[in-house]
């Protein structure tokens, strides 16, 4: 138990729906990420947000949309997602991103499905 | 861009081995981080080295880092069943972004 929760674990949806991932973490950490993690792909950093600010977006596209109302939580927005988009979706949280200094806590992730 | 690489993609050891894995990276870091993965679950942080430190001891793990080579290695002693999983290397820079690579399969056999 890492002190990062996410729900739901699974999640199977159809390309026109809307559905929101949901992370919180229990840590007192600022700062908190979204990451995709496909089959045979390195974890890729979608999301950072540091004292609620977002501060990276990695290219992603506008399909994906984040939410961070407060230092401990934080949502994924999804809508009229691809096939592609299928993968583990990991939340994270650290002390703060300054210098990196400090290791992340990963929650269990939610298994994503389109169809 | 893929910042961390391991070496080997996969290893596939007998219990009380030791296990080597191998990470080379391309441009200067802050700090350089080692997690483990079990099957579907997120990643657990096992070891932080920085990129003024050497080698790092944490029980049976020892984590080297040579920045003139731009290399790390992890070295897990007297493995056990339990330690099956993937491994991964993450490169640290300014502005809190930690760059994976794809990882290492391990399998330890009973």
């Known amino acids: 138990e890492t002190g990062v929760t996410q729900t739901p674990r699974h999640l199977v949806m159809g390309m026109t729906n809307k559905k929101s991932l949901k992370c919180e973490q229990h840590?007192?950490?600022?700062?908190m990420y979204w990451y995709k993690q496909s089959a045979k792909k390195p974890l890729e950093l979608m999301f950072v947000?540091?004292?609620?600010?977002?501060?990276e977006n990695n290219s992603v596209p506008s399909r994906f949309s984040p939410e961070c109302p407060n230092s401990s939580h934080l949502f994924l927005h999804l809508h009229t997602l691809q096939p592609e988009d299928s993968a583990l979706y990991l939340c994270?949280?650290?002390?703060?991103?300054?210098?990196?200094?400090?290791?992340?806590?990963f929650g269990p992730g939610t298994r994503l499905t389109v169809t | 861009s893929q910042q961390g690489e391991e070496d080997p993609q996969a290893l596939s050891i007998q219990e009380g081995e030791n296990a080597t894995m191998n990470c080379s990276y391309k441009?200067?870091?802050?700090?350089l981080q080692w997690y483990r993965q079990n099957s579907g679950r997120g990643l657990v942080h096992l070891i932080l080295?920085?990129?003024?430190?050497r080698e790092k001891h944490s029980g049976r793990l020892r984590v080297t880092l040579d920045t003139s080579k731009k290399s790390s290695s992890l070295l897990i002693t007297a493995s056990r069943a339990a330690d099956t999983a993937s491994y991964f290397c993450?490169?640290?820079?300014?502005?809190?972004?930690?760059?994976f690579g794809q990882g290492t399969e391990l399998s330890v056999k009973p």
């Open positions: 947000y540091n004292f609620k600010e977002q501060t």
């Open positions: 441009t200067s870091i802050n700090n």
């Open positions: 840590l007192g950490h600022n700062a």
């Open positions: 993450a490169t640290a820079n300014q502005g809190g972004k930690l760059i």
């Open positions: 080295i920085r990129s003024n430190e």
């Open positions: 994270a949280s650290s002390q703060e991103t300054r210098d990196s200094r400090h290791e992340q806590y």
